[in-house]
C-alpha cells in the first residue's frame, strides 16, 4: 500500500513538474535533474507519514539503551526481551522511507535489511548465553545503526 501510495506521489511529482518546465521554460540543469532530486523529502511531501520511523527510532533507542546497560553490568539473563524487541522494530522498518536521499531508496532498504539479519543474529547469540559473543553481536548492531544515519540522517 505506501509503495502504490509511493509511486502515485512520484508520478503526481513528475507531472506536475514536467508542466511547470513546458510553461516556464527551465534552465538544461533543471531539465536534466533527475525526479527524485526535486523531492523535498518525505517530511515536507508527506508530513504525517514520518510520525512511525521517527516513534520506532526512539524504541530502537530504549531497547538499545537495556541492552547496553545489561552487558555493561554483566546481566546477560536480561537480555531477551530487549534482543527481541530490536528485532521487532527492525523488521517493523520495511517499507519505511527518510527524510532525505529519497534518490537512494535502494541503500535505505539494505540498511534495513542489514539491522535485520544482524538483531536477529543477536537475539540468536543472546539465547546461546556467551558474553564476548553476545557483546560482538551487539557491536555489529550498533554498526548498522550508525552506517545508516551517516547516510540518511540530517
Ligand atoms: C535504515 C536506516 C536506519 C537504521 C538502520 C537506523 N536508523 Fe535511526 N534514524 C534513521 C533516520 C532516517 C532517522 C531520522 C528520522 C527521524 O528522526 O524520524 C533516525 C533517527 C534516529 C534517532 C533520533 C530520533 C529522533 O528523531 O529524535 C535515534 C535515537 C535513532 N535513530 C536510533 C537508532 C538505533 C538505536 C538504531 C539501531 C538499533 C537505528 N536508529 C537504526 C534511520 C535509521
Same mark, same amino acid.
Given at each position: 500500500m505506501k509503495k502504490i501510495v509511493g509511486a502515485i506521489a512520484v508520478i503526481g511529482l513528475l507531472l506536475s513538474s514536467m508542466f511547470l518546465h513546458s510553461v516556464m521554460g527551465g534552465s538544461r540543469a533543471e531539465k536534466e535533474a533527475p525526479a527524485a532530486m526535486e523531492h523535498k523529502g518525505e517530511m515536507e511531501e508527506h508530513p504525517g507519514k514520518m510520525g512511525f520511523l521517527h516513534h520506532a527510532? !526512539? !524504541?530502537? !533507542? !530504549? #531497547?538499545?539503551e537495556k541492552v547496553f546497560h545489561a552487558i555493561i553490568h554483566g546481566k546477560f539473563t536480561e537480555l531477551g526481551e530487549p534482543a527481541r524487541a530490536v528485532a521487532g522494530v527492525a523488521v517493523s522498518l520495511k517499507g519505511t522511507k527518510p527524510h532525505n536521499k529519497l534518490e537512494s531508496i535502494e541503500t535505505y532498504e539494505g540498511f534495513i535489511g542489514a539491522l535485520v539479519d544482524v538483531s536477529a543474529k543477536f537475539e540468536r547469540t543472546v539465547n546461546e548465553g556467551d558474553p564476548v559473543g553476545i557483546t560482538r553481536s551487539f557491536g555489529k548492531v550498533i554498526e548498522v545503526c550508525v552506517?545508516? #544515519?551517516a547516510n540518511f540522517r540530517n
Open positions: 527510532m !526512539e !524504541e530502537l !533507542e !530504549e #531497547h538499545t552506517a545508516c #544515519h
